[in-house]
Every structure is written in C-alpha cells, then in structure tokens.
C-alpha cells in the first residue's frame, strides 16, 4: 500500500514556525534581504553572486566594527482608498496639469531617478 506519514500534531508546527519567525526577526534577516535586494536592483551588477557576496562581507565587517545597524526604514503604504468613479465620470476625466518650472522639474527628476520600486 506504500508507506504512511506521521505528522507531528499542529501545535508542534505552530510552535516551530513562531520560533523560526522570532529568529529571523531577532536578526534583522527580512530587512538585510530587503536592503540587498534593493542594492542589488540600483546596481544591476553583471556578476549577482559576486555583488552578493561582497555586500554579506561588508556587512560582516561593519557588524565586526561593532558599527550601530542602519536605521530601518518606514515600510511602504500598502494601499490608497479612493472613491469609484462611474463610467460617464471616466468617459470624461481631463487629466489635471499643474505647470512646473525648469528647477522643480529637475528636483523631481532627480528624486525619481533613484526610485528602483
């Protein structure tokens, strides 16, 4: 009849996955993936395991500096709520313009240009 898995009971596997999330939120893991992988989309290096590897080994040597973390960023809004525009509001939606001159447009350009998400 082929062979039978024995699951360990719920609790057990509840209890294992809050200890592996409490480790990884002890070490920062999630925001040291997040960091790398946004360096890692700004850079678009050739070599990926190269510019990995050299980001962990820098990361190592500050963490043996005994260098104070990076501060953490704000996480990013998840949604916006608007109101739902009917079809005939749709059919007839002028797109607001608002003049800028040549500096602001330049600021704007600037902050944008490094925005990888």
């Known amino acids: ?19 592996i999330q409490q480790y990884l939120n002890e070490h920062q893991v999630e925001a040291l993936l997040k960091d790398v992988v946004l360096k ?6 050739e070599n990926v395991h190269e510019f990995i590897r050299d980001y962990m ?22 949604a916006v709520s608007a109101s739902v525009m009917s079809q005939d509001e749709a059919l007839h939606y002028e797109k607001k313009v608002v003049p800028k001159d040549a500096a602001t447009m330049m600021a704007l350009q600037k902050s944008v240009s490094g925005n990888v998400l």
């Open 40 to 45: 890692l989309c700004t850079a678009k290096p």
């Open 57 to 78: 080994n820098d990361k190592l040597a500050e963490s043996n500096n005994d260098a104070p973390p990076e501060p953490q960023r704000a996480n990013r809004r998840g």
């Open 1 to 19: 009849f082929g062979s039978f898995f024995f699951l360990p009971p719920l609790s057990n596997l509840v209890m294992a996955e809050a200890a």
